[in-house]
């Protein structure tokens, strides 16, 4: 069983960076695929980026469409924490941010393969 509890998001202008954090209880944090997901009102849940590592090698995944180039996820498995820095941000990025936890190692820019949920940070992103 994994507990996660997202923290950092707020109001920020147009530009802007802010950085969301997502700290997690439970053992074996160091097994689990991590990503973050994004929901606007009146949207799906988004795939942000996901990150896992396969023994030596680390993978990730980025949504080319909203996050590749601006948003890094990182992950310190010594804290059980997950990162997700955000820069230049647009009023389009506001939503939602949920970090996620899966056993899984394939598909992970499907939220249905994740088995654990934080209850999500607000971000708003002003013009």
């Known amino acids: 069983q994994v507990q996660l509890v997202e923290s950092g998001g707020g109001l920020v202008l147009a530009g802007g960076p802010l950085r969301l954090s997502c700290t997690a209880s439970?053992?074996?944090?160091?097994?689990?695929?991590m990503g973050w997901f994004r929901q606007a009102p009146g949207k799906e849940r988004e795939f942000v980026e996901t990150t896992r590592w396969n023994g030596g090698n680390r993978y990730f995944a980025s949504n080319a469409d909203s996050a590749k180039g601006r948003f890094t996820i990182s992950k310190d498995n010594a804290k059980n924490a997950l990162y997700l820095q955000m820069n230049s941000l647009k009023p389009e990025d506001t939503a939602v941010y949920y970090c996620a936890a899966a056993y899984s190692t394939e598909r992970l820019t499907n939220a249905d393969v994740y088995d654990y949920w934080g209850q999500g940070t607000q971000v708003t992103v002003s013009s």
């Open positions: 439970g053992r074996a944090f160091e097994m689990y695929a």
